[in-house]
């Protein structure tokens, strides 16, 4: 996740992490970073450095048994065009709690709806300072686009690389 306002995006991912938790199996912790680096969007040369004060990690909460690679995607929308193509980002949601599924396989429609609306949530504390970043590569110009919206669709993300 990429925030143009560092310091206050500390407590919304934080938060954003807490309401995923219910969807998490309890053996599943997430610790939002309080420190990291900042770039410059268009070249990606290491311009500082930012900090804020550190949180509690976010913990599972469903103890039902779990299909380790499969979860939910949430892709996030932007109305930015570079390189002549619409930017998009995805936070993959893995593992997802094994009760957040349908019979199918496919996620339940109040996975989906909740998921939906944390993610919603998360656009509207940062609503000027969530963005999707486009690395600079070769002849394309690197940058960023404002997240506008998410969508979480009904369908299991499988995750069998660190390419995913």
Known sequence: MYFLDT????????????????????????????????????????????????????????DNPYPAPSGACITWLTETI?????LRG??????????????????????????????????AAQSASFVIYHRKSGTHAGGNGLVTSAVVHDMAAVLRSRRD
């Open 82 to 86: 570079l390189d002549g193509r619409r």
């Open 90 to 123: 995805r936070t993959f949601i893995v593992p997802l709690a094994g009760s957040k599924y349908q019979n199918d396989g496919t996620l339940a429609e109040g996975t989906i709806t909740a998921l939906n609306t944390i993610a919603a949530d998360l656009i």
């Open 7 to 62: 310091v206050t995006a500390v407590a919304s991912v934080h938060d954003f992490w807490n309401s995923v938790a219910t969807y998490l199996p309890n053996d599943v912790h997430i610790l939002v970073e309080n420190a990291g680096d900042v770039i410059d969007d268009e070249t990606g040369d290491l311009v500082g450095a930012w900090s804020a004060d550190a949180v509690t990690p976010a913990v599972g909460v469903d």
